[in-house]
């Protein structure tokens, strides 16, 4: 992992516990962590999203009212866009990752594979979300995020 993907989970995981921040949280090199709102708090309807650009485009959205999380490579099929993606799913979603064969992209996840078994990595998915405050990658975020 490297230091600034654990500043930017550090970041995303700084937002849950700010409902009420709206904007740019964190911005460093090419990544960018913000938190949006759309609708009237506490109403059908609202949604809370924090979430993590990788040069602009939107890799990661995390709606922690719903439970998921949205992971896209926005066409950028790079090795940087995989591990961004590789350290968001292994803090955000349980046991689940990309990895390339022949130049492919594929997800290894057993949800993944229930709905398309080939794992082809289609470019993004939604996974239900998770925070597990003792899982190793936290203690890795801890210690490089300072």
């Known amino acids: 992992m490297r230091k600034i993907e654990a500043q930017t989970i550090k970041a995303i995981r700084d937002l849950f516990t700010m409902a009420d921040f709206a904007g740019v949280y964190f911005k460093k090199a090419n990544m960018i962590v913000e938190q949006n709102h759309h609708g009237i708090a506490h109403t059908v309807g609202y949604r809370r999203i924090i979430s993590a650009r990788l040069h602009g485009s939107e890799i990661f959205a995390i709606e922690p009212d719903h439970?998921?999380?949205f992971y896209d490579s926005c066409g950028f099929e790079t090795?940087?866009?995989k591990?961004?993606?590789n350290v968001l799913m292994s803090c955000f979603?349980?046991?689940c990752g990309i990895y390339q064969k022949h130049f492919e992209?594929?997800?290894s996840d057993e949800y993944a594979r229930s709905s398309d078994p080939d794992n082809k990595w289609n470019g993004f998915c939604w996974l239900p979300s998770r925070i597990d405050a003792d899982s190793y990658h936290w203690k890795q975020v801890?210690?490089?995020a300072k």
Request: hydrophobic share 35%; glycine share 0%; no cysteine.
């Open 83 to 85: 591990s961004r993606l």
């Open 67 to 69: 439970n998921r999380a």
């Open 93 to 95: 979603s349980s046991q």
């Open 142 to 144: 801890e210690m490089l």
């Open 105 to 107: 992209w594929y997800l």
């Open 79 to 81: 090795n940087t866009t």
